[in-house]
């Protein structure tokens, strides 16, 4: 079984709108839970993590996500997208090691 | 700041030949990755090392070994390179414990393409 779903694997949207990034984790996974994003032609660098504490965790750039362990959700919203923030961007749980999916492309337009 | 590095950003090279990737870091790490990015399929993991000498396979380790020797460096091999492989590689390194463990740290990556 999969340990992480990314629902939607190209979001577009238009400079200033929100967005929301969509993950479900397995639960056979552990409860730590990371965004990473990567830029064009640039490597991937981390946005933010929940390992315990708050359910609500603020990243880098303005991005924040929650951890809903009863929905086994951590999905990734921020108010007002810039054109920098076009980017793969990837839930990423961590079992023996980091387990990346297919992840998703937001694409943000004047 | 963590420093992930890689041998080289572009390799082309010939099917069937041998292909060293080389990867260092300089923060300490404990933890340190090999991964495979291709379109649509996202990154996977080939195999990590937890120390010096030790390996373990990750999700598609076949037709790839690794050396980890000294704890800065991390090798990823190709015993003989086929076009399959061509792809983006990725390092990354981790810590085992503390505030930051667990947080994965990457290198710019290596383009290899396999004729």
């Known amino acids: 079984a999969q340990s992480v779903t990314q629902l939607d694997s190209q979001v577009p949207v238009f400079e200033e709108a929100p967005v929301e990034l969509r993950c479900n984790y397995s639960?056979?996974?552990?409860?730590?839970l990371f965004w990473y994003v990567q830029y064009p032609n640039q490597g991937l660098q981390l946005l933010l993590k929940?390992?315990?504490?708050?359910?609500l965790v603020k990243g880098i750039n303005g991005f924040e996500a929650e951890f809903n362990k009863s929905q086994t959700s951590f999905h990734l919203r921020k108010p007002s997208v810039h054109i920098s923030d076009t980017a793969e961007y990837f839930c990423?749980?961590?079992?023996?090691?980091?387990?990346f999916g297919k992840g998703t492309t937001l694409s943000v337009s004047s | 700041d963590v420093k992930v590095t890689q041998s080289s950003r572009y390799l082309v090279k010939r099917t069937g030949e041998k292909v060293f990737l080389e990867c260092v870091q300089d923060?300490?790490?404990?933890?340190m990755f090999w991964y495979r990015q291709d379109p649509g399929l996202g990154l996977r993991l080939i195999y990590f090392s937890y120390d010096v000498k030790m390996k373990e396979k990750g999700d598609i380790p076949e037709g790839y070994s690794v050396s980890r020797e000294k704890k800065e460096r991390f090798s990823l091999i190709l015993e003989s390179a086929s076009t399959n492989q061509t792809s983006m590689y990725l390092c990354?390194?981790?810590?085992?414990?503390?505030?930051?463990?667990?947080?994965?740290?990457f290198g710019p990556g290596t383009r290899l393409t396999v004729l």
């Open positions: 990423v749980p961590l079992k023996t090691a980091l387990i």
């Open positions: 639960s056979s996974v552990s409860v730590y």
């Open positions: 990354a390194s981790s810590l085992i414990s503390g505030s930051n463990a667990d947080t994965q740290y």
């Open positions: 923060m300490d790490h404990e933890n």
């Open positions: 929940y390992l315990s504490g708050s359910t």
